[in-house]
């Protein structure tokens, strides 16, 4: 089955700069790379996603790479604000499997 | 948009009773519903994949006598946790698929379950 790594777990970075976050997925089957802020507590909430026919995506602040040849892909947070403090998961699946989701990233922003 | 109401939100329940949580879908139907368990600072684990009107197909390790799936209609699942224990304490939390979703997942709200 799909295993997803996301590294680093814990990220702090100053107010302002940007943070990214990594992960490495197992099964080429997969072509959904969806990625997730959740706050304590609450339900995880899509942030941005991407599809295997794609290779970058960008929101506003947010954006994700996908190397399907190396299988990984990244989020990229520009100018960081406190609120952005929380945890992300990136996560990846074939389109009718469940999400596998990467163990987490807790992203401090420091004012 | 698509919306996957959870409940109850957390419940508290003595060692040795069942729990049970629902997940309806508001607005459009949910053919497959996966039930994932998140323990504190941890990733979401998947559980358990059911699809309306079959038997749930249960991940290694999770045990199907002790965590009921029942997904008998396109709008609503439920997970019942049989014979709770403190261990079975953690943040349970649906996604729903539809038809109509191409790659979506509609979470709950998620449901806090201490077992004391």
């Known amino acids: 089955g799909e295993n997803v790594e996301q590294h680093p777990s814990t990220l702090s970075v100053q107010e302002g700069d940007s943070a990214v976050i990594k992960c490495t997925y197992s099964?080429?089957?997969?072509?959904?790379f969806p990625w997730y802020k959740q706050e304590l507590g609450k339900r995880p909430q899509l942030i941005i996603d991407?599809?295997?026919?794609?290779g970058e995506k960008k929101d506003q602040r947010i954006a994700v790479t996908l190397n399907k040849t190396a299988k990984h892909f990244s989020l990229h947070i520009t100018e960081t604000q406190p609120e952005d403090s929380a945890v992300y998961f990136c996560?990846?699946?074939?389109?009718?499997?469940?999400?596998?989701f990467g163990k987490g990233t807790r992203l401090s922003v420091i004012a | 948009g698509a919306v996957v109401s959870q409940h109850p939100s957390w419940v508290i329940c003595k060692s040795g009773t069942s729990v049970k949580i629902e997940c309806r879908s508001l607005?459009?139907?949910?053919?497959?519903m996966f039930w994932y368990r998140q323990f504190p600072k941890q990733s979401l684990m998947l559980m358990a994949t059911?699809?309306?009107?079959?038997?749930?197909?249960?991940e290694q390790g999770v045990e199907k006598d002790k965590f009921l799936i029942n997904h008998a209609s396109l709008t609503l699942s439920t997970l019942t946790v049989t014979s709770a224990h403190p261990e079975d304490s953690s943040f349970y939390i649906c996604?729903?698929?539809?038809?109509?979703?191409?790659?979506?997942?509609?979470f709950g709200s998620g449901t806090r379950l201490t077992v004391v």
């Open positions: 996604s729903a698929r539809g038809t109509n979703q191409k790659y979506g997942y509609t």
């Open positions: 099964d080429s089957a997969s072509n959904y």
């Open positions: 991407i599809r295997s026919n794609v």
């Open positions: 996560a990846a699946s074939s389109g009718n499997t469940p999400l596998v």
């Open positions: 607005d459009f139907q949910a053919t497959t």
């Open positions: 059911s699809n309306e009107g079959s038997k749930a197909t249960y």
